[in-house]
């Protein structure tokens, strides 16, 4: 579920980061899924920087869809 990576979306305004984290409080979780409000803005690239430092780089994604980034597993 990628918990403890570090997702960041870069824009023509600068960069935007979200670490995935699933629990925030007392008996409550968060979906374990990074938001970013982008308005109108372009994005140019999405990186996903893995727990074990590994790095996953989407360029130019359509920003109004929801972006699944998965790392293959080494076998």
């Given at each position: 579920r990628?918990l403890?990576?570090?997702?960041?979306?870069a824009?023509?305004?600068?960069?935007?980061?979200?670490?995935i984290?699933?629990?925030?409080?007392?008996?409550?979780a968060d979906?374990a899924?990074?938001?970013?409000g982008?308005?109108?803005e372009?994005v140019?690239?999405?990186?996903?920087?893995?727990p074990?430092?590994e790095r996953?780089v989407?360029e130019a994604?359509?920003?109004?869809?929801?972006l699944?980034?998965t790392?293959?597993?080494?076998?």
């Amino acid at each position: 579920r990628a918990l403890g990576a570090r997702v960041t979306v870069a824009t023509e305004s600068g960069l935007q980061t979200r670490t995935i984290r699933s629990g925030i409080g007392y008996l409550s979780a968060d979906p374990a899924v990074a938001h970013f409000g982008l308005g109108d803005e372009a994005v140019t690239w999405v990186s996903v920087e893995w727990p074990d430092g590994e790095r996953s780089v989407v360029e130019a994604p359509d920003p109004d869809t929801h972006l699944r980034v998965t790392r293959p597993l080494d076998l």
